[in-house]
C-alpha cells in the first residue's frame, strides 16, 4: 500500500481495531450517567443528581456566575488597560523579586475556592508586573513583539467560546479558513482550499510542513512511511541553510530524518552557488540516497537576512525536491515595497511557515503552516478513527486531517481581529516603519566608534557588536557573550546574544510599533556604556 488516498482516509482506524479488544458501545458507557441522573431522592421536589446537588441550587450557582464573571471582567480590563499604559514609563524588564519568585514557586494547591475577584487581584499585583519585557517599545530581544490590543480583547472572547477547531458548522471553523486565507493572500503566497492550518508557532508549523515533504518524497519511492515507519525506506537527504532556525533541525530529527541528513547549501554573501547545490544532490543521488528537502529562509533569526529564494526554487524545481520556505518571522516584510522584490521565489515554494505571533503582534500563539498541495498534508496526517467521523470526505478535510492536533484553540479570532483591526495597509506600514528604524539603527552603530555592524540590515533585525577602547581584542567574543543580560539587568533596553559569522553578536529585533528614534538612541547608549563597564572590571 502506497499513500492514503482520500477514500482510505475515513477508513483508516487507530490501533487496528480486528486486533484489539472492541471499543465499548458508546450507550453503554453513557447509560449508567443518565440512569444516576435521573434518580429522586424521597421527599425532594426539584429533580436531584446523585452527588445531592439539585438543580435548583446548580441554576442559583450559575446565575451568581455570570454577575460574578461580569464584575471581575471589568476590573481585569481596567488593570491591564493601566497596565499597559504604565508599561513604557516602567523598566523593560526587571528581576522578580526573591520573596515572590519563591512565593509563586510555592504556591499551595488551594483546597476551597478562590472568588474571582481574588483571582484577578493576585493576577494584577503578582504577575502582570513581571512580564518578560516585550511590551517595552525599548524591548529588542528574540523576536517577540507586544500583544495587539485587538488580539488582546480578541483573546477573552475566544475563551469565552472555548471550541475545539477542527470541523462543523461553527464560526470558528470558517473563521480559521478566512484568516488561513487572509495570511497566504498579505504575503502572496498560493492558496487552494484547504492548503494550511493555524498552528503552536513555526516550529510546530514545520514540523507540519516537513512532515509532507517527507511524505511526498517517501511515496513516489514506493515507500509508506505510515505503515512502515522509516524502516527499509530509502535515506532521506534535507539540504539546509547555515543560518536556518533551530526548528528545522529539530522537525528533521523529530520526522526520524535525523541531524544527519542535513546538508549545508553553498550561499556565500547571500548568493547562490546552484551548480554546486547540484552537484552535491547529484553526489547524493549516486550514493544511493534521496534528495527531500532544500529550504530557504525568508529572513533569518540572526540577522533578518532573506536567502536568494527565487535561485533556490530553480534548483528546487529542477530536481524534483520539496521547497520549504520559513517566513515565520520574516514573510511579512514582503509588504515593505523598499525589499519586496527580495522575496521573488518565496511564491514558488511548496510550504511556507509564518508567525502572525510575530510581526503582526498577535498574541502567543499563533503560527500558520501554507502549502501549495493540501493533499500532501492530509495524505501524511488524515485518520478519522469512527469516534471522530464528522464531515468525512468532504473535498476539504477537517483540520485535524492536516496537522497533528485534535482539539484545537481558537487562534483565529485573535488573528483576524489584530489584521482586521490594522488592514493590509496599517500592517505595511508598520513593516516598512520597523524596516527603516532598523536602517537607522545601523547607522547609531556605524557612527559609534566603541561598535561595529555585523551585517547590514535587510528587514528589521540589526546584528552588531561592542568593540570597547578599553577591552583587549582577545576578550572581545567574551564580553559580547556578556554584555546582552548586563544591558538588560540595567532595565533601560533590552536586547539578546547570538553567534554569527562564528562571533558573539548582539542582535536587535525591531517589532514594536511605538518604538522610535528616541528607543534606538537609548540602545545605543546602553550598549556602549554597559560594555565600557564589563571592560573596565574584566
Ligand atoms: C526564522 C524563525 N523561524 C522559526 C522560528 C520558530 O518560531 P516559533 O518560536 O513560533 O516556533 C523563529 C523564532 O524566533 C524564527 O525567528
Redesign the pocket.
Known amino acids: 500500500m502506497q499513500s492514503t488516498g482520500p477514500r482510505q482516509r475515513s477508513t483508516r482506524t487507530p490501533g487496528r481495531p480486528g486486533r484489539s479488544s472492541p471499543a465499548p458501545d458508546a450507550n453503554e458507557v453513557l447509560e449508567p450517567r443518565l440512569r444516576r441522573r435521573s434518580i429522586r431522592r424521597p421527599g425532594a421536589n426539584a429533580a436531584s443528581y446523585a452527588c445531592g446537588v439539585s438543580e435548583a441550587d446548580t441554576r442559583a450557582a450559575r446565575d451568581d456566575e455570570v454577575p460574578a464573571f461580569r464584575g471581575a471582567a471589568h476590573a481585569l480590563v481596567d488593570g491591564v488597560a493601566d497596565h499597559l499604559a504604565a508599561l513604557p514609563s516602567r523598566p523593560v524588564w526587571q528581576p522578580l523579586p526573591d520573596a515572590l519568585r519563591s512565593e509563586l514557586l510555592d504556591l499551595p494547591l488551594p483546597e476551597h475556592p478562590i472568588a474571582l475577584d481574588d483571582v484577578v487581584e493576585t493576577a494584577l499585583r503578582d504577575v502582570l508586573p513581571y512580564a518578560m519585557g516585550n511590551g517595552h517599545p525599548a524591548f529588542f530581544g528574540?523576536?517577540n513583539p507586544p500583544p495587539s490590543p485587538a488580539g488582546v480583547i480578541a483573546s477573552l472572547a475566544a475563551a469565552a467560546m472555548n471550541p475545539s477547531v477542527v470541523a462543523g458548522d461553527h464560526a470558528d471553523v470558517h473563521l480559521e479558513r478566512a484568516v488561513v486565507r487572509w495570511l497566504a493572500e498579505l504575503v502572496g503566497f498560493p492558496h487552494p482550499p484547504g492548503a494550511g492550518l493555524l498552528t503552536s508557532?513555526?516550529?510546530?508549523a514545520t514540523i507540519v510542513c516537513l512532515a509532507g515533504a517527507r511524505g511526498r518524497a517517501l511515496t513516489k519511492a514506493g515507500h509508506d512511511v505510515r505503515r512502515d515507519g522509516l524502516a527499509g525506506a530509502p535515506r532521506l537527504v534535507a539540504y539546509v541553510p547555515a543560518e536556518a532556525?533551530s526548528?528545522v533541525q529539530r522537525a528533521l530529527e523529530l520526522l526520524g530524518l535525523g541531524s544527519g541528513a542535513m546538508r549545508a547549501v553553498p550561499l556565500e554573501d547571500g548568493r547562490l552557488d546552484a551548480d554546486a547545490l547540484r552537484a552535491a544532490i547529484a553526489a547524493d543521488r549516486a550514493s544511493g540516497a534521496l534528495p527531500a528537502l532544500l529550504v530557504g529562509?525568508a529572513?533569518?533569526?540572526n540577522s533578518g537576512a532573506i536567502d536568494p529564494l527565487d535561485a533556490l526554487a530553480d534548483v528546487a524545481a529542477a530536481e524534483g525536491v520539496w521547497f520549504h520556505v520559513?517566513g515565520?518571522?520574516?514573510a511579512f516584510g514582503v509588504l515593505d515595497p523598499a525589499i519586496a522584490a527580495r522575496y521573488r521565489g518565496m511564491d514558488r515554494a511548496d510550504s511556507l511557515v509564518l508567525?502572525p505571533?510575530k510581526w503582526l503582534g498577535v498574541p502567543v500563539d499563533a503560527?500558520c503552516a501554507l502549502v501549495r498541495r493540501a493533499d500532501d498534508l492530509r495524505d501524511a496526517f488524515s485518520l478519522i478513527p469512527p469516534y471522530l467521523r464528522q464531515d468525512t470526505d468532504a473535498a476539504v478535510g477537517t483540520f485535524a486531517e492536516y496537522g497533528p492536533e485534535q482539539t484545537r484553540p481558537f487562534r483565529a479570532l485573535k488573528t483576524w481581529a489584530t489584521i482586521a483591526a490594522r488592514g493590509r495597509a496599517g500592517i505595511a506600514a508598520q513593516v516598512a516603519r520597523a524596516n527603516a528604524l532598523a536602517r537607522e539603527l545601523a547607522a547609531r552603530v556605524e557612527r559609534e566608534p566603541e561598535l561595529e555592524l555585523a551585517a547590514a540590515p535587510v528587514t528589521s533585525i540589526v546584528a552588531f557588536r561592542a568593540r570597547p577602547a578599553a577591552c583587549p581584542p582577545g576578550t572581545l567574543d567574551e564580553l559580547n557573550r556578556a554584555l546582552p543580560e548586563a544591558v538588560q539587568a540595567r532595565g533601560r533596553a533590552f536586547v539578546t546574544g547570538t553567534v554569527f559569522g562564528g562571533r558573539e553578536t548582539l542582535r536587535a529585533c525591531i517589532l514594536h510599533p511605538d518604538t522610535s528614534s528616541e528607543h534606538l538612541a537609548t540602545l545605543v547608549a546602553e550598549v556602549v556604556a554597559t560594555a565600557r563597564t564589563l571592560a573596565l572590571a574584566a
Not at 201 to 204: E, P
Open positions: 528574540w523576536v508557532g513555526a516550529s510546530a532556525h526548528c529562509s529572513g533569518t533569526v520559513d515565520a518571522y520574516g508567525d505571533h503560527g
